[in-house]
Structure formats: structure tokens, C-alpha cells
């Protein structure tokens, strides 16, 4: 009897761990391990550290405009325009250096609040006015790609790069540093990115902000009646988004200076399956930013691996739609359905 | 009396009306894209000839340049072009972005009389009859031009070396005549200078360029020098810099030819964390196409050896001047705009200078 009772409680212990986001994480840690060992094993020009700084530096944006959408899907709603966004703001970010002579430090903040006033905006339309997420971001996805390419007349822009003055603000992502043997480029920023990722892993779990997002993808109508402002902490999650959009333009531009007016469409995609990948619920109500922090990783390994391997990047698609119906496969197996 | 004042007076507005229609050509024009500047410098050309042309008075020429948000952006392309066959232009310039989805488009405009003028990379595989002339470069020779370049500075090099060396080559896409040509021509001319030397050449990587080479390949096993051509999925400088990374990363490596501004745009942007290229004896030379912020900068930094220029002003105000000849339906003929090797010696000389462009 009481040998039964205790294996019941393990069981039930057992289950309970399974049914949990640590798990699923737990897999995608494993995942990502095996995977690495994978290419590792198969190609001698992976195993090189360049290759590791070519991971990171591969996956600042991306990152970026994950751990802002988060906060959208775990309220149950979503953000399609951040990709397009992310090149409107840098573009006008970089016309008005060229074009205005405006300092570097004023283009930043710019391009930054851009990303924080239209993310208001999505909120609004979503909380307010309730818009469906998908039409109301569909619609300001649409909004960004056509008024960054108006407003620089079609024309591409430029940050800073290489000897430029201001273009120092790059070293913010990669220092070189000088070796016996050559160069060798340190990737500074994925520390600015861990550090974001416990940063916004706390405001999640440890804020009101955070509880709140939470609450209202979980159950939004026993929040309102609570007492609570929902509109406010609604918006206040889309503008989360809105400003790792921002960051993530200063981002792009510091790791690509040139940018094309058009493009952009298609950069949220990976941001979201990487949430999605992480354990992000897409009906809301769950989520977590080191999950989103693993999903990106993920996608930038497979990204950059795939070619050393010879898969082209068609592979590299096919295999995270696979990867992504798994997550959600297993996310819904774990919900006990 | 008042009647015939009346029809007088008519008669004058309807004959006014008929000469200020009379010379006005309404011209669209649908590029390849916004995507680089070299684009921009297209259209630089195309509007201060289209200003000259209305300054002298004789002719009104009004004009509406689009393209697709990508290089890859094949449907949109064809929704521009449509648009473009329903304005009923004067005439339409064209450079496609892949050869063979817009047959259907060109014969419609071939019924319909209205004449099409191919630039950059034209449209190559077009109904007979359908394109009247091209304004371009002509991309195999300078994909030979480039390979020429790049032999100078490599050959004591491959001489010096005791086993295989590697050549690397990035092309955007293997669908636009522009990128194949100049990939192939690159290919075959190395094959030819490696042949003079008694090495044999082998062509490994993307299938299309593999198999489009002319020239004579070797085995793997049997080759001095094995080219090596990428092509990402879609032609984004992020994705050519990952296909980059490889080629950098691989230790025979010698040199890297990208054959357009994206390509060459994603070997300066992979090389930034590596640090392979360069212009001495023990680094990567890399070799790029058109020119550009981001690869000027890389030349005058002597990250990248040099680059074969077009002439893209040029291409834009010839388009414009053949569109106009044959509105008028005079006889056109294909005109080369020509292209020339660069490097940090001759960047600043007023040949090169003037078709280099941010």
C-alpha cells in the first residue's frame, strides 16, 4: 500500500515535469547539443571558433524581435511587422544622418522610438479597437515597407562602417582584438544578449509587467474584473515588442550598414518560430524568453551550419518548419490533448 | 459672323490640343529592383536624360521606373510588368529577373505593337521580335575581365604552391542572365589561363554553373585548381555571406570572385569576422562587381583586391535614348555600355571614378 502510494506520487511527479516548459526546453537543449555534434562531426571548417562567432552574430536581430514578440504571443496576440519595421527604421534612421547630418546618437534614439511608437500603435488597435492581431500588425507590416521606401524616395541607406566616424558603435557588438598570430573578434554582444535574456526573463516572471502579460493571454476577462487596467498592460506588451524592434534595427544596421528599402518581410517569421520553438504558447498564457533565447539559437545554427554541410538554405527552411510542427506538436501533447 | 469666329476658335483649341500631344512619349520601365545602389545609378542615368531630352524641347518624355523588392521577387516582376503592358506606354524597358516567366507577357507585347527595350541583363530567351535592342554589359566579358583581374595577383601564387589550390565563387541567383553569365565567363576564362599553364581545373559546387561551364574540367583529384561556386536561396547579402563564410573558411582557399554587388557585399560582410582577405601573398584576395559604399570602403581598406565596374549611368541614359528611338519607330541595335577592372591604383582616374556610385 504504501510502496503504490509513493510510486503514484513519483508517477504523478514524473508527468507533471513532462507536462511542463523545463521539459520541452530540456529537449531543445538536447537538441541543439546533438546538432552542433552533428555538423562538428561532419564538416573540419565548422570546428573552427570563427564559426561560433559567426552563430552569434548571426542571430543578434533575430533574437532581438524574438524576445519582443514574445510578450504579444503570450498575450495571445502576435507582431507581423517587425521584419519590414526593423529596415523602416534604420532606413530613416539613416537618412537622417545623411541627408540631415543628424549625429549618430540622435539616429539611434530615433530608429528606437519608432520601434516604441508603432509597437503603441499595434496596441491600441489590438486592445482598444480590438483589431485581431494578425490583421492589425498585417496592416502596419504593410505601413513600414511602404513609408520607409517614401520617405527615402526608393533610395537604400547607410550606417557608419569601417573608418567612418561613428562607426565605432559597432564595436558595441564585436571587438577585435589583437593576437600573436593575427586577428581575433570577440563576440561582445552576445553578452549584451544574455544579459537582455535574464533581464526580460525576470520582468516576466518577476514584474507586474510580466504577470499581467501573462494574465491577460491566460484570462483576460478574470484580470479586467479584478480591477486592473488591462488596456494599459494590453498596449504596454506591444510596445515591449515595439522597442526590440528598435534595438534590433540598430543591430541590423551595425551588422550590415547597407540598407535596402523593400526588404525586411519574412525577418519576423524566424522570430516568431523561435518563440514558438521555445515553449511560447501560441493561444497565450505561456511562455518563457530562455526558450525563445534556445528557438533562436537553433535557427541561427541551423543557418549557419547547413551551408558548411553543403545544404543550402532551402534545407535550412525545410528543416525548421519540421522543427516548428514538433514544437507545436509536442506543446499541444503536453496540454494533455 | 459669330458662328465663324465660333468654329475658328475651336478648330485653334483642337489643333493646339493635337501639337501638345504630339511629341509626348510616356515611357514605363520596370528594373530588376531597388536592392543595390547600382540600381539607383540606373535610374540616376535614365532621369537626367529624360530631363536633358525635355529640355531641348523637341520631345516630351515622361517616365515610371519600378522594380521588385528583391532580385528573387519573381511574381511581383510579372504584377509590374502587367501593369506596366496595361499603360499602354510608348514603349517598355525591361530587365528581367529570370529568363523564362515572362514569354506569355512578351508576345502579348509583341501583338500589341509596343516595343521593348532590354537593359543590364535584358531578356534573354524573349519571342523573336519582341525585344528590339539591348542596352547592357556584356556580362560574359565581364566575367572574363574579372577572372583576368584576379589571375594577375593570383598566378606566382598557385605556381608557389605545393598542392590544390581553391578559387571561390559566390552568384547571387542562377536564374538572371546578368549573375550566370558573368559566373560562367569567370569560370571559363580561369579554365583557359589555367590550360596555358599545362593545370587542370576542376568545377565543383551549384549545379547550374557545374554544368554550364564551357570549358574542359578535370577530377577533383587530378586538378591544380578546384573553383568552387555558391548560390544561396535567396539573394539577400546575409545569405551570401553565409555561403561566403564557407568558402573562407576553408584552408586552400586562395581567392573569391562575387559576381554582383549582393554577392560581393556578402564576402566583405563574412569576412569581417574572419579576417581572410586582403592583398598579400598570405590572405584571401577577393574579387567583387560594381561598386558602391561597402565595397569602395572595403577597397581603399585593402580588404578587397578590386572589382569590375559597368557602367550603370550609362546603361540607364542609353535605355532611355533607345526607348525613344524606337517609339518613334526608327531602327535600334544593341549597344555594349562596357566594363573595366579596378582596383585601389585606378579608383580615383575619371574612367572609373564617374561610374562608381554610393
Known amino acids: 500500500m504504501h510502496m503504490e502510494k509513493s510510486t503514484d506520487l513519483r508517477k504523478q511527479a514524473r508527468s507533471a515535469f513532462i507536462r511542463s516548459s523545463a521539459f520541452q526546453r530540456l529537449i531543445l537543449i538536447a537538441v541543439l547539443v546533438l546538432l552542433y555534434g552533428f555538423f562538428y562531426l561532419a564538416s573540419p571548417s565548422f570546428r573552427k571558433y570563427t564559426t561560433l562567432v559567426q552563430i552569434c552574430s548571426n542571430m543578434y536581430y533575430t533574437l532581438l524581435m524574438a524576445i519582443g514578440v514574445t510578450f504579444p504571443l503570450i498575450t495571445g496576440g502576435n507582431d507581423l511587422s517587425m521584419g519590414t519595421g526593423l529596415i523602416c527604421y534604420s532606413l530613416i534612421g539613416s537618412y537622417l544622418m545623411r541627408i540631415y547630418g543628424w549625429p549618430l546618437w540622435a539616429a539611434i534614439l530615433i530608429t528606437i522610438g519608432m520601434g516604441v511608437a508603432m509597437g503603441a500603435v499595434n496596441g491600441f488597435g489590438v486592445a482598444k479597437l480590438d483589431?485581431?492581431?494578425?490583421?492589425?500588425?498585417?496592416?502596419?507590416?504593410?505601413?513600414?515597407?511602404?513609408?520607409?521606401?517614401?520617405l527615402t524616395g526608393g533610395f537604400s541607406g547607410t550606417w557608419p562602417d569601417g573608418a567612418e566616424p561613428g562607426a565605432e558603435f559597432r564595436n558595441v557588438f564585436r571587438l577585435i582584438v589583437k593576437t600573436d598570430t593575427g586577428r581575433m573578434p570577440v563576440p561582445l554582444g552576445m553578452i549584451w544578449m544574455i544579459l537582455l535574456v535574464i533581464i526580460m526573463s525576470l520582468v516576466l516572471n518577476k514584474t507586474r509587467v510580466g504577470r499581467y502579460t501573462i494574465a491577460i493571454g491566460s484570462n483576460k476577462e478574470a484580470l479586467k474584473l479584478s480591477g486592473v487596467n488591462v488596456l494599459k498592460w494590453h498596449i504596454f506588451a506591444y510596445m515591449i515588442c515595439g522597442l526590440f524592434t528598435g534595438f534590433a534595427a540598430v543591430t541590423y544596421a551595425a551588422t550590415f550598414s547597407n540598407i535596402t528599402p523593400g526588404q525586411g518581410a519574412g525577418f519576423e517569421l524566424n522570430a516568431i518560430g523561435a518563440a514558438i520553438i521555445g515553449g511560447t504558447a501560441m493561444t497565450g498564457g505561456s511562455g518563457s524568453v530562455f526558450g525563445t533565447f534556445l528557438g533562436v539559437l537553433l535557427i541561427s545554427l541551423l543557418q549557419v551550419g547547413l551551408p558548411f554541410i553543403g545544404l543550402n538554405a532551402d534545407w535550412q527552411l525545410l528543416i525548421t518548419g519540421g522543427i516548428l510542427l514538433g514544437a507545436v506538436t509536442i506543446d499541444k501533447m503536453r496540454n494533455g490533448k | 459672323m459669330k458662328k465663324l469666329v465660333a468654329l475658328v476658335l475651336a478648330l485653334v483649341m483642337v489643333l493646339g490640343l493635337t501639337a501638345a500631344f504630339a511629341d509626348d512619349y510616356h515611357f514605363e520601365i520596370v528594373s530588376k529592383g531597388f536592392q543595390s545602389t547600382y540600381w539607383q545609378a540606373v535610374l540616376k542615368g535614365a532621369t537626367e536624360e529624360v530631363e536633358k531630352i525635355n529640355a531641348e524641347g523637341k520631345d516630351k518624355i515622361t517616365m515610371n521606373f519600378v522594380g521588385p523588392d528583391s532580385e528573387s521577387d519573381v511574381a511581383q516582376q510579372v504584377q509590374q510588368f502587367?501593369?506596366?503592358?496595361?499603360?499602354?506606354?510608348?514603349?517598355?524597358?525591361?530587365?528581367?529577373?529570370?529568363?523564362?516567366?515572362?514569354?506569355?507577357?512578351?508576345?502579348?507585347?509583341?501583338?500589341?505593337?509596343?516595343?521593348?527595350?532590354?537593359?543590364?541583363?535584358?531578356?534573354?530567351?524573349?519571342?523573336?521580335?519582341?525585344?528590339?535592342?539591348?542596352?547592357?554589359?556584356?556580362?560574359?566579358?565581364?566575367?572574363?575581365?574579372?577572372?583576368?583581374?584576379?589571375?594577375?595577383?593570383?598566378?606566382?601564387?598557385?605556381?608557389?604552391?605545393?598542392?590544390?589550390?581553391?578559387?571561390?565563387?559566390?552568384?547571387?541567383?542562377?536564374?538572371?542572365?546578368?549573375?550566370?553569365?558573368?559566373?560562367?565567363?569567370?569560370?571559363?576564362?580561369?579554365?583557359?589561363?589555367?590550360?596555358?599553364?599545362?593545370?587542370?581545373?576542376?568545377?565543383?559546387?551549384?549545379?547550374?554553373?557545374?554544368?554550364?561551364?564551357?570549358?574542359?574540367?578535370?577530377?577533383?583529384?587530378?586538378?591544380?585548381?578546384?573553383?568552387?561556386?555558391?548560390?544561396?536561396a535567396q539573394s539577400t547579402v546575409e545569405l551570401c555571406?553565409?555561403?561566403?563564410?564557407?568558402?573562407?573558411?576553408?584552408?586552400?582557399?586562395?581567392?573569391?570572385?562575387?559576381?554582383?554587388?549582393?554577392?560581393?557585399?556578402?564576402?566583405?560582410?563574412?569576412?569581417?569576422?574572419?579576417?581572410?582577405?586582403?592583398?598579400?601573398?598570405?590572405?584571401?584576395?577577393?574579387?567583387?562587381?560594381?561598386?558602391?559604399?561597402?565595397?569602395?570602403?572595403?577597397?581603399?581598406?585593402?580588404?578587397?583586391?578590386?572589382?569590375?565596374?559597368?557602367?550603370?549611368?550609362?546603361?540607364?541614359?542609353?535605355?532611355?535614348?533607345?526607348?525613344?528611338?524606337?517609339?518613334?519607330?526608327?531602327?535600334?541595335?544593341?549597344?555594349?555600355?562596357g566594363c573595366a577592372f579596378y582596383t585601389l591604383e585606378n579608383i580615383d582616374t575619371p574612367e572609373i571614378a564617374d561610374n562608381l556610385y554610393d
Not at chain 1, 494578425?134 to 515597407?145: G, V
Not at chain 2, 592583398?279 to 574579387?287: L, M, N, P, Y
Open chain 2, 82 to 232: 502587367t501593369s506596366a503592358l496595361n499603360a499602354a506606354p510608348a514603349a517598355i524597358g525591361f530587365a528581367a529577373v529570370d529568363q523564362n516567366a515572362f514569354n506569355d507577357l512578351l508576345k502579348e507585347a509583341l501583338e500589341k505593337k509596343i516595343p521593348i527595350i532590354g537593359f543590364d541583363s535584358g531578356v534573354p530567351g524573349a519571342p523573336e521580335g519582341a525585344v528590339y535592342a539591348n542596352a547592357s554589359t556584356n556580362n560574359y566579358v565581364a566575367g572574363t575581365v574579372a577572372a583576368e583581374g584576379m589571375w594577375e595577383k593570383i598566378v606566382a601564387r598557385i605556381e608557389a604552391a605545393p598542392g590544390t589550390v581553391r578559387i571561390g565563387e559566390v552568384n547571387q541567383d542562377a536564374t538572371g542572365e546578368s549573375v550566370t553569365q558573368r559566373g560562367l565567363g569567370f569560370i571559363d576564362k580561369i579554365i583557359e589561363l589555367a590550360a596555358a599553364k599545362g593545370w587542370k581545373v576542376a568545377v565543383i559546387g551549384n549545379e547550374f554553373y557545374v554544368n554550364g561551364v564551357k570549358g574542359e574540367k578535370a577530377a577533383e583529384a587530378d586538378a591544380k585548381i578546384i573553383i568552387e561556386a555558391k548560390v544561396p
Open chain 1, 131 to 150: 483589431i485581431p492581431p494578425f490583421i492589425m500588425t498585417l496592416a502596419s507590416m504593410m505601413f513600414c515597407r511602404g513609408m520607409g521606401s517614401i
Open chain 2, 241 to 337: 555571406a553565409n555561403e561566403a563564410s564557407v568558402l573562407l573558411n576553408e584552408d586552400d582557399l586562395i581567392s573569391v570572385f562575387g559576381s554582383n554587388q549582393v554577392a560581393a557585399e556578402g564576402v566583405v560582410a563574412a569576412d569581417k569576422n574572419l579576417f581572410k582577405c586582403g592583398t598579400g601573398d598570405d590572405t584571401v584576395i577577393a574579387v567583387g562587381f560594381d561598386s558602391g559604399a561597402t565595397l569602395k570602403a572595403a577597397i581603399r581598406e585593402g580588404v578587397m583586391y578590386g572589382a569590375v565596374t559597368q557602367s550603370p549611368v550609362g546603361i540607364g541614359k542609353v535605355t532611355i535614348d533607345l526607348l525613344l528611338a524606337s517609339a518613334k519607330g526608327e531602327p535600334v541595335a544593341d549597344t555594349d555600355t
